[in-house]
């Protein structure tokens, strides 16, 4: 399509002479802001990712894929009920649970928790929480694991005797239930919420700390892949008595991650505004470069150069700003892409600022995933609007009238 002397004139075009700086500075620009348009967008995107797909693998690990709930409160899960649920095909584990506030004591330190009770078979069996465990083991009988940040808040460590108070009361009044448990483990499970709250305990010393008389207060059932929750969703409540009340894990956190996934579209929606910007400095620049080589160009088709010559020559010296700029913000975008963490510890090294406190966002690390479909789509993008953007200077060019251009030159 474009030959060889075609090319040559082009990037010598780009190559402006002393009275010609001004041009290639608005071309300078015009790379950098392509670049650094594309760097970002691929880097919000990454964050993004990352930060929906680590957050969604963690509420679901702590969840399950499915969650059956008594309408009235506990209930009963008998093994039958569990057996008669691990029949749906694609379903991994069906774990009876009990989920409770409580009040959690040590010394002079003091905080709201959230107890997770499970039997220990499937506590083990669960990969947020047995890969999660930092030290000690996980709950089992009269020990309990709580979550990291609540340990080294309130120093407490392994073997320490904290007290827990149920906000419940007997039938017949009196003050609240507590009772003292021995700490055998520490999970981290990367979320602050749960790091700063959890207790994870036995299924059968909960249900007797809180008298629930063999009850649990939901049925976690999980799948190979999480799509089949909300798929699978009608076949598992089948299964299941009249009176309790199905869901799956989009129902429960769906809101959430929606806001999730509108905040990633507004952002890149403003981000990629750098790149049209951009785009629109090319127009100036090839407008200009288009009116000092009036003569030029003027002699080129009295030599024999035909308008489509032109177009092409014009053509290639605006689109090899944009390819060269698209080029540079993939590389250097997906390079910082894979060093977000690192980059955050460096910022918050060299100025004492947290920029991505797990206090507000949840995670305890800046998490990252660069999606090479995302990144293919931003490239072309990226470089359709580049050549959009030489179509006009480009045309402007090749309908110059070289009588005109050397008459007034």
Excluded: C
């Excluded at 506030?101 to 506590?123: C, E, I, N, T, W």
């Excluded at 797990?358 to 999606?371: E, G, H, K, W």
């Amino acid at each position: 399509m474009f030959g060889i002397l075609e090319r040559w004139i082009a990037f010598r075009y780009l190559g402006a002479r002393r009275q010609e700086g001004f041009i290639s500075v608005i071309a300078g620009f015009s790379f950098l802001g392509i670049a650094l348009g594309v760097a970002t967008l691929i880097i919000s995107l990454s964050v993004f990712n990352g930060f929906q797909r680590d957050l969604l693998s963690r509420v679901l690990g702590f969840q399950g894929h499915v969650v059956a709930m008594g309408q009235y409160g506990p209930f009963q899960a008998s093994d039958a009920l569990v057996e008669g649920v691990r029949g749906v095909p694609g379903v991994v584990s069906v774990m009876p649970s009990l989920d409770a506030q409580g009040l959690l004591s040590y010394r002079d330190f003091a905080g709201g928790v959230l107890v997770k009770a499970l039997r220990p078979a499937d506590m083990a069996a669960r990969p947020a929480f047995a890969d999660a465990l930092v030290e000690g083991t996980l709950a089992e009988g009269d020990g309990i694991a709580i979550g990291k940040r609540m340990a080294d808040n309130g120093r407490i460590k392994i073997g320490d005797r904290v007290t827990i108070l149920s906000p419940q009361v007997d039938a017949g009044g009196g003050p609240p239930r507590s009772r003292a448990f021995t700490v055998t483990g520490i999970v981290a499970l990367g979320v602050s919420e749960f790091d700063n709250t959890l207790v994870l305990m036995d299924l059968e010393t909960a249900q007797e700390f809180f008298q629930l008389d063999g009850n649990v207060t939901a049925v976690e059932v999980t799948f190979t892949d999480p799509a089949l929750g909300p798929a699978r969703m009608a076949d598992v409540a089948a299964r299941l008595p009249a009176g309790l009340h199905v869901q799956n894990w989009q129902q429960v956190n769906g809101a959430f991650f929606s806001f999730i996934e509108t905040q990633r579209n507004v952002v890149s929606l403003i981000l990629g505004m750098i790149v049209v910007v951009a785009a629109f400095n090319i127009i100036s620049g090839m407008i200009m470069m288009v009116q000092d080589k009036g003569r030029e160009i003027a002699i080129l088709r009295t030599m024999g150069a035909g308008r489509g010559t032109i177009l092409r020559i014009f053509l290639m010296s605006g689109a090899s700003i944009g390819v060269a700029g698209t080029t540079a913000g993939l590389i250097l975008g997906v390079t910082l892409s894979g060093h977000m963490e690192q980059l955050r510890q460096l910022v918050k090294a060299a100025t004492g600022v947290d920029p991505f406190n797990s206090d507000i966002y949840f995670l305890s690390s800046l998490p990252s995933f660069t999606d090479p479909w995302q990144v293919a789509q931003v490239a072309v993008a990226s470089v359709a609007l580049s050549l959009l953007a030489t179509l006009y200077p480009s045309w402007r060019a090749a309908k110059l009238d070289p009588v005109e251009a050397l008459r007034y030159e």
